[in-house]
């Protein structure tokens, strides 16, 4: 089974920049547009940023021309790069594949807790 684990979070002041990563078990995230999406307690999970196969990028509007979602070359691997960080910004960060339907392919993993605070 196709697992996905999420790293880099942590906390971080307002204004500060984190890096969060996404790998597999699997080399088969390259067949999918990926996806991050967070969570907080009590709200449904909401899409942050897509990465599609032909490198097309998308974002929520809250976040955009703060965040910048990448692949790494062998596409094996998906970045989550935050920058200008906003207490909002809180939450369980995730990734996935997602599907035309918007449906998330891959068992959801853990994730990784994003804090940002004073």
């Known amino acids: 089974q196709v697992q996905l684990v999420e790293s880099g979070g942590g906390l971080v002041q307002p204004g500060g920049s984190l890096r969060l990563s996404c790998s597999s078990n699997?080399?088969?995230?390259?067949?999918?547009?990926m996806a991050w999406y967070r969570q907080t307690p009590g709200k449904e999970r909401e899409l942050v940023a897509t990465?599609?196969?032909?490198?097309?990028?998308n974002y929520a509007d809250v976040v955009k021309g703060r965040f910048t979602i990448s692949r790494d070359g062998a596409k094996t691997m998906v970045f989550l790069d935050m920058n200008s960080l906003k207490p909002d910004d809180t939450a369980v960060y995730y990734c996935?594949?997602?599907?035309?339907?918007?449906?998330?392919?891959?068992?959801w993993g853990q994730g990784t807790q994003v804090t940002v605070s004073s």
């Open positions: 996935n594949a997602r599907g035309s339907g918007g449906n998330a392919l891959i068992p």
């Open positions: 699997s080399d088969v995230l390259w067949l999918y547009t």
């Open positions: 990465h599609d196969r032909a490198g097309k990028t």
